[in-house]
């Protein structure tokens, strides 16, 4: 199924949102009397504040593509943005426990999904298309083609 493409000038904006939600969440994690890293506060808070998918990005001869493990979501959940360097997979992921009797094991994850991938060269946004099918999201993102002087 058809995903929209929302092309953007840049990411840098919603990239540095949710880094200062994970910043401040790894701050209020953070004990100077425990012996722990920074880097383990803020793993800590990015494993409680996103959900970032498992992706692969291949490229090829005239375009990159990025696949996205986003099982459980339907289309309409899922907002990709393309800038010329860049990729934003966001989705708000919901999950409720609709079965008789009590879990006594969840490893769904909820809240917001959030991925994000630059590019080494340039790509179209324009021209950048994305599919969604069996819970995999796989966007195309076409080539800008390099300029011969």
């Known amino acids: 199924m058809k995903i929209d493409i929302h092309q953007v000038e840049s990411i840098a904006n919603e990239v540095d949102a949710m880094e200062r939600q994970i910043a401040s969440r790894a ?3 953070h004990d100077p009397h425990r012996a722990g890293q920074p880097l383990d ?6 494993r409680e504040t996103i959900w970032r998918p498992a992706i ?4 090829g001869d005239d375009a990159y593509i990025v696949e996205a ?3 459980g979501l339907e289309p309409p959940q899922i907002d990709v943005r393309v800038a010329p360097s860049d990729v934003l997979i966001r989705a708000d992921v919901h999950h409720h426990h609709q079965h008789t009797g009590d879990a006594v094991l969840c ?3 909820a809240g917001p999904m959030f991925r994000s991938y630059h590019f080494a060269h340039p790509v179209d946004p324009a021209r950048t298309r994305a599919d969604y099918k069996n ?3 796989r966007i195309t993102a076409p080539l800008v083609p ?3 002087p």
């Open 27 to 29: 701050d209020e994690l």
């Open 41 to 46: 506060d803020w793993l800590a808070a990015e």
């Open 56 to 59: 692969e990005v291949r490229q």
């Open 69 to 71: 493990a986003v099982a």
């Open 107 to 109: 490893e769904f994850s």
């Open 135 to 137: 819970g995999l999201l």
């Open 146 to 148: 390099a300029r011969t």
